[in-house]
């Protein structure tokens, strides 16, 4: 448990230090691929993008997006996130079926841009946005 609490302690350090020294400057996101595992025609969903989640290891991750030519200052509301992560052993759902798209989502930032997203602790893999 130590090494998972210094992981997480280590992760949030360098997340809040990489938040502070950006705070002065507006930079576009850069294009990126999909990857492998996106998948069109996610379910929309509130801000539990996996179903039936735990009581514990439940990641809350929370962000902005803002207009590049107010310099950021200025939230964009019902923005698209399309949201989607492997479970805890790193499998991805399939979307084959209704009940097969666990962990994924489009979720819309609310009307100053904000978003706020509960998941699980992401276990091998990572969490992929596509805005």
């Given at each position: 448990m130590p090494v998972i609490l210094f992981v997480l302690v280590s992760f949030i350090l360098s997340i809040h230090q990489q938040v502070r020294s950006q705070s002065s400057t507006c930079t576009l996101t850069e294009p990126d691929i999909l990857g492998p595992y996106w998948l069109d025609g996610a379910p929309k969903k509130t801000d539990d993008l996996c179903d039936n989640l735990p009581t514990f290891d439940v990641l809350i991750l929370t962000g902005r997006i803002v207009d590049?030519?107010?310099?950021?200052?200025?939230?964009?509301?019902?923005?698209?996130?399309?949201?989607?992560?492997a479970n805890y052993n790193g499998v991805y759902s399939s979307g084959r079926s209704s009940n097969d798209w666990f962990c994924r989502g489009v979720l819309h930032s609310d009307d100053n841009g904000y978003f706020k997203i509960f998941t699980l602790f992401p276990g091998r893999k990572f969490i992929a946005f596509r805005i």
């Open positions: 590049f030519d107010s310099k950021c200052k200025r939230g964009i509301k019902n923005v698209n996130l399309d949201v989607w992560q």
